[in-house]
């Protein structure tokens, strides 16, 4: 049951996060049009969760949004708990995902071997 409890939390702050990063919040840094929530972890307790987001850019970029959302945390966890009613509501602590770009750089690599053997198989 614990892990349903969970799971539903997850989702609820998954979709209040994506809500206030596109309408709330105003810092520079953030292009709310880049920036994906890809995963929420909730602890056990429901006192912590890890949200992992992705945004495509640069370095630069990323390190910039993954400031903004870090000062941004106690105005997103303030709007989170007007909606959502728990008890007590989650620390929150937001971790950059770079797997969507591991994906697609790996995407890009078997595109270049698939097009490497093509070209040995045309010369054969």
Known sequence: MNKIRQERMANEM???????ILEGIKDPRI???????????VSGDLSHARVN??????ENKQQGTMLALNNAKGYIRTELSQSIKV???P???????KSIE???????????LDTDKNEQDNDE
């Open 31 to 41: 292009d709310s049009g880049a920036v994906s929530i890809t995963r929420i972890d």
């Open 87 to 89: 008890r007590q509501f």
């Open 14 to 20: 998954k979709r209040g996060i994506s809500r206030i």
């Open 102 to 112: 591991h994906g697609i750089r790996i995407s890009e690599i078997l595109k270049e």
């Open 91 to 97: 620390e929150l602590d937001f971790i950059l995902d």
């Open 53 to 58: 987001f992705s945004i495509l850019g640069d």
